[in-house]
């Protein structure tokens, strides 16, 4: 039986930072991974965000990674939630959203080979937070 530890591989798209303004990821290569992909988004401080200032989170897909970013539908999203299991609406606004890990799984309906995590800000958010593609089972295992 192999580990989660083995059978996962996690890539930060966007770094840790306090961000200030839209932001795209890079790009992350899905070729490792038999299909599944999630996105982990860790927020720490939420200092500017309220109903009306804040950042949405959304993932865009390449075929060559540098070009030709293409917005995954809005039916290819899957379970997105909170650490506690809430269903969240993957957006960060300090009225809803606290320092917690944020995930969500998603289709590669268009079978592109890369991806990027986009944080999309309205208006004048800021707030500290990281994304990462988490790619999940693998098609080959590290040697652990």
């Known amino acids: 039986m192999r580990d989660p530890n083995a059978n ?3 890539v930060y798209s966007v770094a840790p930072a306090a961000i200030t303004a839209s932001t795209n990821g890079a790009a992350v290569d899905l070729a490792e991974s038999a299909g599944g992909h999630m996105v982990q988004v860790n927020v720490g401080v939420v200092t500017t965000a309220d109903a009306t200032n804040f950042f949405t989170f959304t ?4 075929a060559n990674g540098s070009d030709g970013w293409t917005a995954i539908a809005a039916d ?3 379970s997105p939630r909170d650490q506690d299991g809430n269903t969240w609406d993957r957006l960060i606004n300090a009225t809803t ?3 917690l890990a944020y995930q969500f799984g998603f289709r590669n309906d268009s079978n592109h080979r890369y991806a990027r995590v986009v944080a999309t800000e309205t ?3 800021s707030a500290v937070f990281g994304a990462s593609i988490v790619l999940s089972p693998l098609k080959r295992a590290p040697n652990v």
């Open 97 to 99: 959203e606290g320092p």
């Open 123 to 125: 208006l004048t958010a």
């Open 8 to 10: 996962c591989k996690v």
């Open 59 to 62: 993932v865009e897909t390449s």
């Open 76 to 78: 290819a999203y899957l």
